[in-house]
């Protein structure tokens, strides 16, 4: 009886595993990565050497870039991580193969040695990017 009752439940649950496996195999597309709608940007140079700048004069430095994915990308903030520093950037859309960039202006007024940072978001992935710039200040000559 027990075995009947296991060749039954056997025979009832065959169908069911079997008819999951069925469907038509066009319908399978696996995801393609390029497939994906995604800005991406690549920069031309993501960090910046000013060397001895003097005190008291804002520098500008430009990081360039190009959204190399196939979406548009947008720049929805870019924030220096102190008041010294002012950014600029794109406020609209960079349509896929254009070229954008963000000018990044430091007030050079404390001397010394300095390394500052400037996060960039946007729709692209990572979301948040990080540019930075480093130098010397140096008193200037009286």
Known sequence: MKRIFLAVLFASIVPFVSFAQWGDPDEKKQLNVSDLKAPVIKWDIDSYN?????QGIPVDVVFEFTNTG???LIISKVEPACNCTNAQWPKTPIMPGQKGSI?????AETGGKFSKT???TSNAKPTEQTLVF???VVPKKK
């Open 70 to 72: 196939n979406a548009p």
């Open 134 to 136: 480093v130098g010397t």
């Open 50 to 54: 000013f060397g001895e700048i003097p």
């Open 103 to 107: 000018q990044v202006t430091f007030d």
């Open 118 to 120: 400037a996060v960039v």
